[in-house]
């Protein structure tokens, strides 16, 4: 395992951006002996992150501000500060910011893992030569990482909601 930290900071970690949703890494696999790890996701108003399924790890957001709206299979819901949503490997799910105001939520992905291929986008993202590349090079990333990204439900919620998705 890694350093133990006793206390990790709210300003503390490496953070990246990605066209609409951030990523403030706060703990790493390395540091758990790979159970679980944790990163935040700021989220810009009305962004939708595109519909994906794992295939290794579960995913447990507890959101920290603002609105939440996230679709897991066929289950819809919107959840506000203190709630918890969960999205389980296996099955396609998705989330956006439901709300005029930026929402954050706090990830907990087990087993850890994941969020290598989180770091390895903002490698993507500034280095990709335009939205087509940046699409295919993700789902090669995803493919490794064991993440199938689907475009299922994005026109269905885009106009529903009024979302944009994330990178445009």
């Not at 350093?3 to 953070?15: H, T, Y």
């Not at 159970?35 to 957001?61: K, T, Y």
């Amino acid at each position: 395992m890694g350093a133990f930290r006793l206390v990790i900071e709210p300003d503390e970690g490496k953070s990246i951006w990605l066209a609409g949703i951030g990523v403030d890494f706060k703990i790493w696999g390395e540091e758990t002996g790979a159970q679980f790890s944790v990163v935040e996701h700021p989220i810009e108003p009305g962004r939708l992150v595109p519909p994906h399924i794992h295939s290794r790890e579960d995913e447990f957001s507890y959101v920290l501000q603002g609105r939440v709206g996230a679709r897991v299979g066929d289950q819809e819901a919107t959840a506000g500060p203190g709630s918890y949503i969960l999205k389980p490997r296996g099955i396609l799910h998705t989330f956006w910011n439901a709300g005029p105001e930026p929402a954050r939520i706090l990830e907990i992905i087990s087993p850890a893992g994941f969020e290598r291929f989180f770091e390895e986008m903002g490698t993507l993202a500034e280095t990709a030569e335009g939205p087509a590349e940046f699409v295919q090079q993700r789902a090669e990333l995803g493919e490794r990482y064991g993440l199938g990204f689907s475009d299922a439900w994005v026109a269905e919620l885009t106009s529903t909601y009024g979302l944009k998705l994330l990178g445009e």
